[in-house]
């Protein structure tokens, strides 16, 4: 299994594509995503690269953290575990339980 790296502070242009030519420059990429708003489709500014083994993905942090990027400097680091998130106590409602009020 490869190493998985977070790559923050990345333009709103930038895409999945992008991201893994430019770390394939670095060793061989499984993966990479551009992680993107549910709503509205835009990029949220960070994604995930995943780089087939451990010593391609330190060669990627050696060599892109601190990189620029379309104008931005780029933060490189190994992924870490997504956290659980405790379940919501209520869910959301679409505001039926307000009445047929207009404003």
């Known amino acids: 299994m490869g190493t998985k790296l977070y790559v923050?502070?990345?333009?709103?242009?930038t895409t999945s594509a992008q991201l893994e030519a430019l770390f394939s420059q670095a060793g061989e990429v499984t993966e990479a995503t551009v992680v993107e708003d549910r709503m509205t489709?835009?990029?949220r500014g960070f994604g995930f690269v995943e780089m087939?083994?451990?010593?391609?993905a330190a060669a990627a942090?050696?060599?892109f953290n601190g990189s620029q990027m379309d104008g931005r400097?780029?933060?490189v680091a190994e992924a870490r575990?997504?956290?659980d998130r405790a379940p919501?106590?209520?869910p959301r409602s679409n505001n039926t339980t307000r009445g047929s009020r207009r404003w």
């Open 52 to 56: 087939a083994n451990k010593a391609d």
């Open 8 to 13: 923050g502070n990345l333009s709103y242009q």
């Open 61 to 63: 942090i050696e060599r």
């Open 88 to 90: 919501r106590s209520e």
């Open 73 to 75: 400097t780029l933060n």
């Open 41 to 43: 489709g835009r990029s």
């Open 81 to 83: 575990p997504r956290e």
